[in-house]
Structure formats: structure tokens, C-alpha cells
Nanobody, 121 residues
């Protein structure tokens, strides 16, 4: 069970980034996928989750309307398109996989290694 996150980087406020999270090792077609982020000194917080079967996504209020989660079944990959980025979006972003959709980190047993997103003002 491996999740590989990528796509982070440094961007100016108002810019965009797209994160990817590729899964390997097992068949994940029936799993929920989540995106979380953790800023220095803060707890890991929910960003978005997406149902693998339906493609239906839910977002944290802080990113609603700016971030879009999607998935590519053939590539076993989920994406997080982040637009209109703000300095407060700066964090390490993690992807996660689990059986059911959850907005809490404890709901996901499988985690990627994280990718740094830094938004400059």
C-alpha cells in the first residue's frame, strides 16, 4: 500500500498548483481518498475528500470554490487543483486512502509522504 504525492512548490498569492497522488500496491478502486494539510505548529486539517466510485467531492470551507478534487480511475490517481492560492494555504499537503469518506485524519489508514506548498504574499 503506497501513496505517492507530488506537485507541490512555491507560488505567488493568486497562483495555482495541481497536486497528484498515485496509488500502488493494492487495488484501490473502492476506497475513499482524502487530502489534508498541516502547517508548522498546527494540527493536520481536512482539505477535501472524493469518493472513488462516484467522483463526488467535499471541501473544507476554507478552500471551497478555489480547490477541486478529481480522480483518474485508469491511473489510480487523485488530483487536487488549487487555484487562487493564499499565503494561509501554505502547508505540507498529504493524500490519504481509506474505506469510507471522512473529514478526520483518523479515518484514513493509508498516507502518502506529503508535498510542500508555499504561497508567498
Amino acid at each position: 500500500v503506497q501513496l505517492q504525492a507530488s506537485g507541490g512548490g512555491l507560488v505567488q498569492a493568486g497562483g495555482s498548483l495541481r497536486l497528484s497522488c498515485a496509488a500502488s500496491g493494492r487495488t484501490f478502486s473502492n476506497l475513499a481518498r482524502g487530502w489534508f494539510r498541516q502547517a508548522p505548529g498546527k494540527e493536520r486539517q481536512f482539505v477535501a475528500h472524493i469518493g472513488w466510485a462516484t467522483g463526488s467531492a467535499k471541501y473544507a470551507d476554507s478552500v471551497e470554490g478555489r480547490f477541486t478534487a478529481s480522480r483518474d480511475n485508469a491511473k489510480n490517481t487523485v488530483y487536487l487543483q488549487m487555484n487562487s492560492l493564499k499565503p494561509e494555504d501554505t502547508a505540507v499537503y498529504y493524500c490519504a486512502a481509506g474505506i469510507t469518506l471522512s473529514t478526520t485524519p483518523n479515518g484514513y489508514p493509508h498516507w502518502g509522504q506529503g508535498t510542500q506548498v508555499t504561497v508567498s504574499s
